[in-house]
């Protein structure tokens, strides 16, 4: 199969693939695999959960929001999800919401999946609540305290169109190489309007125009080592103004969470979906 055009595909369509090594896709528009050759799974283990430190963060909180850019197989969403329920307490929600231009149809997404018999449950479960025509927001509540949302569509305009209060992100856009809007400093800035002060994300790419643009969203970036022998990769925080620290003092918000009534799990297609769960 030759190279495909991106802009000659749709916002939201999905996307040309070719299956290299039995199970892995490769994306044809973009040139590039969907994760790291040696591990996907082990990769977003290292880059996204621990470069987030979200099994220390996960600790007592009530609710936690983890932002996406690129959903890609769901491969960091399975992932998350499995490790979610290992550390969890009865009582917390976590909300996973993901901005990707072309979402996958189910039986690519359970094909790519397929390779790590250790994420089986969280496969058949997605694959299974996934709709047949994925479009404008998908809504899975996958458990009693598990939410998936997929924005599909433009990344720039999903987070811009999403509320504010994400407790960290996964930023695993294409490599930079081959996708440099989604590592903008246009969307970095979005990115970082949208987290809460003290919020964090991690990404596997260390391009310097990466970082530079990270750094002039807001965020206080660090290089930390890569996943298998990849020399760098970038975790950062959002650091905290003075300004944010006087709106802190002067009129505290509760971190309560009423969370709604857990409806079975279902696919919605509607309006951009609000970044904290109702």
């Known amino acids: 199969m030759t190279d495909v ?5 749709g916002a939201g369509a999905p996307q040309p693939l070719e299956w290299r ?9 973009f040139g590039d ?12 283990s290292h880059v996204f959960l621990a470069g987030n430190g979200l099994s220390e963060r996960w600790n007592g909180r009530h609710k936690f ?37 072309h979402p996958m149809r189910g039986e690519e ?13 969280e496969r058949e479960a997605l694959t299974a609540a996934w709709p047949q025509t994925p479009a404008d927001t998908v809504s899975l509540d996958l458990d009693a305290q598990t939410r998936l ?3 599909c569509g433009r990344a720039l305009e999903g987070v811009a169109a999403a509320r504010p209060g994400f407790d960290a992100w996964y930023l695993d856009g294409f490599a930079p190489s081959r ?45 930390r080592q890569g996943f298998a022998g990849k020399r760098e990769m970038l975790c950062g925080t959002k650091a905290l103004t003075l300004d944010t620290t006087i709106a802190a003092e002067l009129s505290p918000i509760s971190s309560s ?7 079975p799990c279902r696919a919605t297609a509607g309006s951009f979906l609000p970044a904290i769960p109702g």
Request: net charge negative; glycine share 10%; charged share 20%.
């Open 109 to 121: 997404i359970g094909r790519a999946l397929s390779h790590w018999p250790e994420i089986d449950a």
């Open 33 to 44: 695999h969907f994760y790291c050759q040696t591990d996907g799974r082990l990769e977003c």
């Open 149 to 151: 949302s997929v924005v």
């Open 257 to 263: 969470y009423a969370p709604a009534a857990v409806r």
């Open 5 to 9: 055009n991106p802009d000659q595909i």
């Open 21 to 29: 090594d039995g199970d892995m896709p490769y994306s044809t528009a």
């Open 65 to 101: 929001v983890i932002g996406e850019l690129g959903f890609g197989t769901g491969l960091n969403f399975a992932e998350t999800w499995r490790q979610w329920k290992l550390h969890r307490a009865a009582g917390q929600h976590l909300h996973f919401i993901s901005f990707e231009l």
């Open 179 to 223: 996708n440099s809007d989604m590592w903008s400093e246009e969307l970095m800035r979005q990115v970082a309007e949208k987290t809460v002060t003290g919020g964090t994300f991690a990404t596997y790419a260390a391009a310097g125009f990466v970082r530079r643009n990270l750094i002039a969203a807001g965020f206080a970036v660090e290089r």
